[in-house]
């Protein structure tokens, strides 16, 4: 059996409008700004929140993430909100938020962050010649 080919392409709808997300597009400093976005909107907590095991930090760190992602790569769905900060937004529209976020863009997201963080076929073969040593 093939491996599933990812799409570059995901549009998801907020509200009636429709936002286009291409992954080619994505720079190294899109992905370090995305890093950093995380950082600053836990004023530097982001570890501890990340890898803390209870539920609320969790959710915690996947509505940080959201928003960090979403700032950066399609910054025009904060338009989409009705507030003028995702920061500001109420518990009834992050819940519809999170829900898009979490259905439609995260596993999409995080299906091509699995690829680029995955090792080569060449350094796996390399690895695997370096063991038998």
């Given amino acids: 059996m093939g491996e599933k080919k990812l799409e570059r392409v995901k549009v998801i709808e907020i509200k009636g409008d429709k936002f286009t997300f291409d992954i080619s597009k994505v720079s190294v400093n899109d992905y370090l700004t995305i890093e950093n976005e995380k950082v600053r ?3 530097g907590g982001y570890s501890e929140i990340a890898n803390s095991l209870t539920v ?4 915690a760190a996947t509505i940080v993430d959201m ?3 979403f700032r950066v790569l399609m910054p025009k769905i904060e ?3 009705p ?3 995702f920061s500001k937004l109420n518990i009834f529209d992050l819940k519809e938020l999170l829900k898009i976020y ?3 863009f995260s596993p999409w997201y995080s299906a091509w962050m699995k690829e680029f963080n995955s090792p080569t076929i060449s350094e796996e ?3 695997g010649e370096d063991d038998k040593e």
Avoid: L, P, R
């Fill in 83 to 85: 507030v003028k900060d």
């Fill in 56 to 59: 609320n930090a969790f959710n």
């Fill in 41 to 43: 909107i836990t004023s």
């Fill in 79 to 81: 338009d989409a909100i």
């Fill in 125 to 127: 073969g390399k690895q």
């Fill in 102 to 104: 979490k259905e439609e």
């Fill in 67 to 69: 928003i960090a992602i």
